[in-house]
């Protein structure tokens, strides 16, 4: 992977906010919001579909249809218990109460959080059991505990990992400037 710097970060963070920026509460009405819903909708059928006509063709890969479901999920059932670690932040005298638990904000940090450990963990306990679907490669007295497997994940968690530390150091080589 390529070194992530500064323009990099500034290029995600404009994509977000492109998809933000249609669903700003000025740009929504009634239409809109049920097109968005209908939309989602739509998707979420879409994908229901493809995931119930691979797992019929593939009943041992049951990890592929992760990705197609794992916003529905990580919303419901994970973003909400990592926002309640989180503390309310607020300035009443810049009426800065709508950051709250529910703010924008903190659903991005709570997902970022979240992807980044759930990664992490994931990647490391491949590395360990030694990841791999190759019935001829060397095997311990497990399933897994393949050498070429433990070191082709180790090789991915280092990269994920150096990701994440050049996302950091890009942001500290460019901190934000206080108002005077």
């Known amino acids: 992977m390529r070194r ?10 404009d994509c977000v906010e492109i998809q933000m920026d249609g669903s700003s ?3 929504l ?4 919001v049920d097109q968005i819903y209908d ?12 995931v119930k006509k691979y797992l019929s063709k ?5 990890s592929a249809m992760l990705p197609l479901v794992l916003n529905s999920l990580l919303e ?6 990592i926002t309640q670690l989180f503390d309310d932040r607020t300035l009443d005298e810049c ?5 709250r638990l529910s703010s924008t904000e903190h659903f991005v940090w709570a997902c970022t959080l979240l992807i980044m450990s759930w990664m992490l963990r ?8 030694g990841s791999c679907y190759n019935q001829t490669h060397k095997r311990g007295d497990k399933d897994m505990l393949c050498p070429q497997g433990s070191k082709f994940h180790l090789d991915f968690y280092n990269d994920c990992l150096q990701s994440f530390e050049n996302v950091i150091e890009a942001a500290k080589l460019n901190p934000p400037k206080l108002v005077d």
């Open 4 to 13: 992530i710097v500064f323009k990099n970060i500034e290029e995600f963070y």
């Open 25 to 27: 509460a000025s740009n």
């Open 29 to 32: 009405d009634d239409q809109k």
């Open 39 to 50: 939309d989602a909708i739509a998707r979420i059928n879409t994908r229901c579909a493809m």
């Open 58 to 62: 593939n009943r041992r890969e049951k």
């Open 76 to 81: 419901e059932n994970c973003i909400s218990k």
């Open 95 to 99: 009426d800065l109460a709508y950051y």
């Open 122 to 129: 994931n990647l490391k306990a491949k590395v360990e059991e």
